[in-house]
């Protein structure tokens, strides 16, 4: 049976949060058509100025837009751990475990982070909820400010279309009617910059610290287990160079942005080249295996049963 009107509950949750962050109230103008995708500071804006009613949707129905529930983000993290699970057994048993095994816990250890902060956040909602514009006094236009640092010459930059994609803060049609892919424009606090900074870096060397794990590992040649060394250890302490080097940038304060510009994108050039051998060599080493990694755990013996 459906819910009355009477007993729904507007009350703002983190799922609204998440809603809104991922582009879930569009803005339409006095003709009802789509003009802009809400950002979290220009609803306040809005709302604060009186030009548009605060958006009024329940929990229930921003989880009926999404496309995952707690049923399938359970199977995923049951299944992430199961495999975890059976690397574990292989260990204490003392059987072989593939540089691919290696590189599949890493990526699951990551879906037990995302999934673990990302547990109220809704899944591929595509039509977003409309905030009409009310306000006879003004224009949208009026109150969404949208710089452009690329001036007149955005559509002569090669790149620009890339740019677009990714969905760059400055540039007005990136964030008309959808989402940035990475967006900055929420403004942090000193302390919540740093907490979410020192955040990554530790997800980032957990990532790289797995892939150290297969450092023992047997490899078909020597080339490949240096290749694979050198590579985990990159990934483990780039982005900690990439930090460090921006400690030193503040220190010398006059450092030319062109520098700055060439060094960061050596780290992210020499992050994704280890990140490639490290792909590559995950199944270039499984043409020649021990012949314990051919070996099957009998589960039967392990699981308690009469």
């Given at each position: ?6 007993s ?57 837009r ?10 995923i ?6 495999f ?47 905030v009409?514009?009310?306000s ?6 009026d ?11 955005e ?8 740019v ?28 919540d ?44 302490c ?22 700055m ?20 060599l ?20 392990l699981?308690?049963?009469?």
């Open positions: 049976m459906f819910s009355s009107c009477s729904l509950d507007y009350t703002w949750t983190q799922m609204h949060s998440f809603f809104l962050l991922m582009g879930g109230f569009m803005l339409y103008d006095a003709d009802r058509k789509p003009y802009h995708t809400l950002q979290p500071d220009q609803l306040l804006k809005l709302i604060g100025a009186g030009c548009i009613d605060a958006p009024t949707i329940t929990e229930n129905q921003i989880c009926d999404s496309k995952g529930n707690v049923i399938s983000k359970g199977l993290m049951l299944q992430a751990a199961w975890v699970f059976q690397l574990i057994t292989r260990a204490i048993y003392h059987l072989e475990t593939t540089q691919l095994e290696a590189g599949t816990l890493a990526f699951a250890v990551l879906n037990f982070l995302t999934y673990a902060v990302w547990w109220n956040k809704p899944l591929d909602v595509q039509c977003p909820r409309p009409y514009w009310k006879t006094e003004s224009k949208p236009g109150h969404t400010d949208e710089g452009n640092p690329f001036g007149v010459v559509a002569l930059i090669p790149v620009h279309p890339l677009e994609l990714i969905g760059w803060r400055e540039i007005p049609t990136s964030r008309k009617l959808r989402v940035p892919t990475f967006d900055g424009s929420i403004e942090l606090k000193s302390l910059q740093m907490v979410l900074t020192f955040a990554g870096l530790l997800i980032a060397t957990i990532f790289g610290g797995i892939h150290c794990m297969a450092w023992f590992f047997a490899f078909f040649t020597h080339q490949e287990q240096v290749l694979w060394r050198m590579s985990a250890i990159t990934i483990s780039t982005p900690w160079l990439g930090i460090l080097t921006g400690l030193l940038f503040v220190v010398l304060d006059r450092t030319p942005h062109v520098v510009i060439i060094v960061y994108v050596s780290y992210v050039m020499l992050y994704i080249t280890a990140r490639a051998i490290l792909l590559v995950m199944f270039t080493t499984l043409r020649n295996l021990p012949p314990d990694a051919y070996k099957a755990l009998s589960w039967t013996t699981v308690p049963h009469m």
